[in-house]
C-alpha cells in the first residue's frame, strides 16, 4: 500500500530450462573430468591452468624488436622487450618473438601455453590454415613447430592489435631505443606525472613566492599576480588599487582567498582555472546548461571567487555551442514591413485599385477602384478623387507589423546558425533532441530586405538565399581562439 501512488506491473519470470540444465551440470560434474575448464563468450576465452603468452614483432629502417608478454595461471605477469641487432623484415620480427616467448616458456617449465599475436599471417600458418612458401619464413617456421612440441598443450590465437597492446609497446620501445655498442645495458625508468611541472596538487599556474613571481613571466597577466606580491611583501612599491583591494585578501596553506560578507574563505582561482571551474558548473556533472546569473552563484556557493566572476559566466553561457544550437528559434520578424506592389493591374483577387491617372478626368478623379463578383466574375469599376482610407490602412497595418521586428545586424564575413528548415524537423537518428539550428555558415552578400547569401567555411556556396529571421550570431566558445575561427 505505501508503493500505490507509484505505477508498478507484475511480470512473471518467464521458464528458462537452459539456466535450469546448466546448474545440474555444475553441480553435479561427470566422473574424470579433467581439472582445466574451457569456457567460450563471444571473443573471450577463459581457460585455468594454461599459460598465455602475446607476442608482437616490430621492424622500422634503423632496427628491430620483439615484444613478449607471459602470465602465469596465478595471475602473475612478465613483460620482454628484445632488440634484434640484424636487419629483417616485419613477418620475421613476429616469427622471432614468437619463438623467443616460446623459449621462455620452456625454461618456465610451463606444459600448457595459450600463444595471442595479431599476426594473422604468422597464427594462420602455424595452425595449417595458410601454407609457408616464402623461403625466408620457411626456416621460422620449422624451428616455430619445433619449438611448440616441446609442450603437452599449445594453441595458437589471432587476436586484433587492439588487444595485444602490452607486447607492442615493448616491440615499440625495443625498435625505438638506441642501445650503446659497449657491451652495458641500458636502464630506462619511465614515471607518470599527472600535473605539469609548474603546477601543485589542486591548481595549474600558482604563484604564492615574491622570488618564483619575479622569475615567472607568464604569471604576471594572471589577475591575482599582484595581490600575490603585495601579500607577501606589504613595504614594497605598489600601485594603490592594488593595496585597496588586497585588504579583503589573505593567503593561507599557500592559496589566496578572499573574505566574504558572511566571513567565510572563497579560493580565488588563476586564469587557466576559471574556464575549468565555469566548464564543469555550466556543462560538467553538477552543471545544466544555466544562464551567466545562475552560473555564478553555482561557483559562489561551491566556494570560488574572482573579480569579473559575473561577466565572465555570462559570456561563457552565451558561447556555449550546445546552447547555440538547441537554443529557441525566435518567430518574430527581422525587418520591418516591405509592401509588395502588384506588377500590374488586376493582380490581386476581388478588389484592385489602379492610379495615379494622369491626366485626371475631367472631375478630378484620379482613382480607380476595381471590385469582382466572387461568383459571376464580373468587373466593376468606380473612380474616385484619392485613396486616402487605403493610404491609411496600409500605414496601420505596417506600424502594427513593425512593433514586432527585432532588427538583425549582418555584415559579409559574419558567422551565424541557420534554423533547421522546416521548423520543427526533427533528425531520425537524435529524435526530440534534434538540434535546432546549423552551421555555423559565413555571410557571403547580402542581397537586401532582410535576405543574405550563405557560404559553408569550406567557400561552398548555397544555391537559395536565406531570410534574416532564420538565421543568428554566431558566438565563439571561451575555448575558441580566433585562429580557429577564421
Known amino acids: 500500500m505505501a508503493l500505490s501512488e507509484f ?75 628484445f632488440q634484434l641487432d640484424f636487419k629483417c623484415t616485419n613477418n620475421q620480427a613476429e616469427y622471432e618473438a614468437l619463438i623467443i616467448g616460446l623459449e621462455i616458456l620452456k625454461e618456465m617449465k610451463a606444459t600448457r601455453v595459450l600463444v595471442y599475436g595479431d599476426s594473422q599471417l604468422v597464427i594462420n600458418q602455424l595452425t595449417g590454415e595458410y601454407q609457408c612458401t616464402s623461403e625466408n619464413l620457411a626456416v621460422y617456421y620449422v ?28 616491440a615499440q620501445v625495443a625498435s625505438g631505443v638506441n642501445i650503446p655498442s659497449t657491451g652495458h645495458d641500458r636502464m630506462i625508468r619511465i614515471e607518470r606525472r599527472t600535473l605539469p611541472a609548474l603546477a601543485e596538487r589542486g591548481m595549474t599556474t600558482q604563484v604564492f613566492s615574491a622570488d618564483i613571481t619575479d622569475e615567472i613571466d607568464t604569471a604576471e597577466a594572471d589577475w591575482l599576480y599582484p595581490i600575490v606580491r603585495y ?50 558548473s555550466h556543462e560538467g556533472i553538477c552543471g545544466a546548461h544555466q544562464s551567466g546569473v545562475k552560473m555564478r552563484w553555482l561557483v559562489r556557493r561551491h566556494g570560488y571567487y574572482w573579480p569579473t566572476i559575473l561577466k565572465d559566466c555570462i559570456e561563457y553561457a552565451k558561447g556555449c555551442i550546445k546552447c547555440q544550437i538547441y537554443g529557441p528559434i525566435q518567430r518574430v520578424p527581422a525587418e520591418a514591413f516591405h ?114 547569401q550563405l557560404k559553408d567555411r569550406d567557400g561552398e556556396r548555397h544555391n537559395l538565399p536565406i531570410n534574416g529571421q532564420y538565421l543568428k550570431r554566431y558566438i565563439p566558445s571561451l575555448w575558441e581562439t580566433a585562429a580557429e575561427r577564421l
Not at 624451428?143 to 615493448?170: K, Q, W, Y
Not at 614594497?236 to 558572511?262: M, P, V, W
Not at 588563476?270 to 564543469?280: A, G, N, R, T, Y
Open 143 to 170: 624451428t616455430a613447430l619445433n619449438t611448440a612440441d616441446c609442450f603437452s598443450r599449445i594453441s595458437f590465437v589471432h587476436i586484433p592489435r587492439t588487444e595485444n597492446g602490452e607486447a607492442n609497446e615493448m
Open 339 to 452: 509592401p509588395v506592389t502588384k506588377p500590374w493591374p488586376f493582380r490581386g483577387w476581388a478588389v484592385d485599385i489602379i492610379g495615379n491617372v494622369h491626366p485626371a478626368a475631367f472631375n478630378q478623379h484620379a482613382w480607380i477602384l476595381v471590385a469582382t463578383d466572387y461568383f459571376t466574375k464580373w468587373v466593376e469599376a468606380e473612380s474616385y478623387r484619392s485613396i486616402s482610407s487605403a493610404q491609411a490602412h496600409k500605414q496601420i497595418a505596417a506600424r502594427a507589423y513593425n512593433e514586432r521586428v527585432k532588427q538583425k545586424a549582418f555584415a559579409e564575413g559574419d558567422l551565424v546558425w541557420r534554423a533547421v528548415l522546416p521548423i520543427g524537423t526533427k533528425d531520425p537518428w537524435f529524435g526530440k533532441f534534434s538540434p535546432n539550428w546549423e552551421g555555423p555558415f559565413i555571410i557571403e552578400q547580402i542581397l537586401g530586405r532582410g535576405a543574405f
Open 231 to 280: 601579500r607577501h611583501n606589504p613595504s614594497g612599491s605598489h600601485e594603490r588599487t592594488t593595496r585597496f583591494q588586497a585588504r579583503c585578501y589573505l593567503i593561507y596553506q599557500n592559496e589566496l582567498y578572499r573574505k566574504g560578507s558572511d566571513s567565510l574563505l572563497l579560493l580565488c582561482p588563476s586564469l587557466v582555472d576559471i574556464k575549468v571551474i565555469m566548464s564543469e
Open 7 to 81: 505505477t508498478f506491473q507484475y511480470v512473471a519470470q518467464k521458464l528458462v530450462k537452459g539456466q535450469a540444465l546448466a546448474d545440474f551440470l555444475a553441480h553435479h560434474p561427470a566422473q574424470g573430468q579433467e581439472e582445466e575448464l574451457e569456457v567460450e563468450i563471444g571473443m573471450a576465452r577463459m581457460e585455468k591452468n594454461f599459460w598465455t603468452m602475446y607476442f608482437d614483432g616490430s621492424s622500422t629502417e634503423a632496427r628491430s624488436g620483439a615484444g613478449v608478454v607471459i602470465e602465469s595461471p596465478q595471475g602473475q605477469k612478465w613483460q620482454f622487450a
